[in-house]
């Protein structure tokens, strides 16, 4: 028998040139998928038939897994049974017509402009270490990365010069960022004094943000940064690097940026992925309600 699997994660890998931790969900959903199933291998998926997949759906809304969580494994099983059909491994799609719960409407958590203010002054730049984080609490707020993204940025893909960053996105799709006032100026200089001082022998490193041993910043160490910052901030919420992403979506639309802009900033796929920013700032709404209508 073929393995299917092996040939699925070759198509994410190759033809739709997924990221590493969408390819990494989709195999461990298929493989508890398939353990659930209580089959001898991964490569028994194949011969599922639809019933069985309804009861494995069925049995995760049981077990009260949240439905945003059905959703996405039903999306890793959708798109597995999906390449089995269009290669000819399978000539029915058991998963056709399968439909997730509805997730529903999850609004993110935003930090306020103030709070943004707060984090942002927050590290210290009078010493390398705290320089690098504000450097990179800035670069993040001005351009909406995913954590990820900032993380891998090559120091190629930054041009002062001309005030923009290249970002490496979902699927290997680059986009072009444009960079604010402040970012440039935190950025130029650490470029031309901190980054030297902090990578030393280490001068091949392609990353932009590195540690202060001079190895590129992993995402679990800035996971640790921003929330500590967020504490000492007085900052009553849990921060997350994502939080800064959702922060600056936000404001822009806010402040009437137009939602194709901020979808292209962004690197949504979709502008319905975008679209739940613009059910944020119910207060704002309100208010402007209140002041534009005679009746209000």
Do not use: C, W
Not at 122 to 128: S, V
Not at 157 to 182: A, C, D, F, H, W
Not at 256 to 271: F, K
């Amino acid at each position: 028998m073929r393995n299917y699997l092996a040939l699925f994660m070759q198509y994410l890998t190759v033809e739709l040139g997924l990221s590493v931790n969408t390819r990494t969900s989709y195999e461990r959903d298929l493989r508890l998928l398939a353990k659930s199933l209580k089959l001898e291998n991964e490569d028994g998926l194949a011969k599922v038939k639809r019933t069985e997949l309804i009861k494995y759906l069925d049995q995760l809304k049981q077990e009260q897994k949240a439905a945003a969580t059905i959703a996405r494994k039903l999306a890793a099983i959708k798109a597995y049974y999906r390449f089995l059909t269009d290669e000819g491994y399978l000539e029915v799609n058991p998963a056709e017509a399968i439909e997730a719960a509805n997730k529903g409407l999850h609004l993110p958590k935003v930090l306020t402009v103030d709070e943004v203010d707060l984090l942002l002054d927050e590290p210290n730049i009078g010493t390398p270490e705290g320089y690098r984080d504000k450097t990179m609490l800035e670069v993040l707020y001005a351009t909406g990365m995913r954590v990820s993204e900032l993380i891998s940025v090559p120091l190629a893909n930054v041009n002062l010069q001309m005030q923009y960053i290249i970002v490496m996105g979902k699927g290997s799709k680059e986009r072009m960022v444009p960079l604010g006032k402040t970012a440039i100026k935190y950025l130029a200089h650490y470029l031309e004094v901190i980054r030297p001082s902090l990578v030393k022998e280490n001068a091949n490193i392609k990353e932009l943000f590195v540690t202060m041993k001079g190895k590129p910043m992993t995402r679990q160490r800035f996971y640790v940064i921003i929330n500590l910052y967020g504490k000492t901030a007085g900052i009553k919420k849990n921060i997350t690097p994502h939080m800064l992403r959702h922060s600056f979506a936000t404001h822009l639309l806010n402040n009437g940026t137009d939602l194709r802009v901020v979808q292209e900033l962004l690197g949504h796929a979709d502008i319905s992925t975008t679209q739940i920013y613009t059910h944020l700032d119910v207060e704002r709404i309100r208010a402007i309600y209140e002041k534009a209508h005679p009746r209000a």
